[in-house]
């Protein structure tokens, strides 16, 4: 049976919460719809060991490089079928979801890039990470809807789009910067989930990594039909000064959103080392 389309998920040592991924993909009897690639990359725990139990539905593939990006190149080499979901194993998504991607990527008039609706599951966070992401679902960004952060797939023209992934942190970014807002197709009748980070310093480390691969991105024509910055904060304001009661909430999250810029910014200009800064407050044992 023909693929209706590859789902490619990159796993540094996610033995932790791996298996809560694939569990819901294999457990859909349209799994075999599917070709599902975990591409295991430099892996030390066992990643690799579960990710196998779920074969021959998914196909485990092993590379030696600790690599995110490497992992990408393989997954893509390895598969076969379009479109192509790139999943990040520690987010939560079903297979209607995906397969909802496949049907919208595969009509001719239809978007080249698509993904279900971003969820932040702030659930087991501190009170600061609840209120910057409070703030945070009210700005023009998260109202205008968005490609990525964990789960993105694309047309087989939406991939032919560049070569070879980019040695660049922001994977999801880069990508959404090569189409315009009209080329882009949220899902709204499917949603995907990240849990945040817990506590407000794994927050920021990881805040921090996204600005900094943001920084080493060009600025791209096709993406500066957003408003700048000042019109967007404007914009926020305006819906927070009716609500007094998220003014607090908007003082944590000015800061919160302001310090990772800050200390991108530095990072990249003392030309500092790249660090992945993993949150691991966010994967709790499956």
């Excluded at 990710?51 to 390895?78: C, M, Q, Y």
């Excluded at 992401?133 to 998260?142: G, K, L």
């Excluded at 980019?166 to 990508?175: T, Y």
Aim: with cysteine; net charge negative; charged share 30%.
């Amino acid at each position: 049976m023909t693929a209706r389309m590859s789902i490619v998920i990159p796993a540094h040592d996610e033995a932790a919460i791996i298996s809560r991924l694939l569990e819901s993909l294999v457990a859909d009897p349209r799994a075999d719809e599917c070709e599902i690639v975990v591409v295991a990359n430099g892996c030390t725990d066992a990643t690799v060991r579960i990710a196998r139990t779920f074969e021959p539905v998914v196909r485990v593939v092993e590379i030696e490089t600790a690599s995110k990006i490497a992992a990408l190149e393989a997954g893509d080499a390895a598969a076969t079928a379009f479109p192509r979901a790139y999943v990040d194993a520690d987010v939560l998504v079903d297979l209607p979801a995906l397969l909802a991607l496949a049907d919208l990527l595969d009509a001719g008039d239809g978007p080249l890039i698509a993904s279900p609706r971003f969820e932040v599951d702030t659930s087991l966070a501190s009170w600061a990470v609840q209120s910057h992401y409070r703030i945070w679902e009210m700005t023009d960004y998260r109202r205008r809807g968005h490609i990525g952060s964990g789960v993105y797939a694309l047309s087989r023209e939406g991939r032919a789009r560049f070569d070879a992934w980019p040695d660049v942190i922001a994977d999801d970014r880069f990508v959404q910067q090569l189409f315009t807002h009209d080329e882009r197709g949220t899902l709204e009748g499917h949603v995907f989930t990240v849990r945040s980070a817990r506590t407000l310093g794994a927050h920021l480390r990881r805040t921090t990594r996204i600005a900094r691969g943001n920084l080493e991105l060009p600025d791209d024509p096709r993406v500066l039909d957003d408003d700048p910055i000042g019109d967007r904060m404007a914009n926020l304001i305006r819906r927070v000064a009716r609500r007094p009661s998220l003014w607090p909430a908007f003082a944590v999250y000015c800061a919160t959103s302001t310090i990772p810029r800050v200390r991108a910014r530095r990072a990249v200009m003392a030309d500092a080392s790249r660090e992945w800064s993993r949150d691991d407050t966010s994967r709790v044992a499956a």
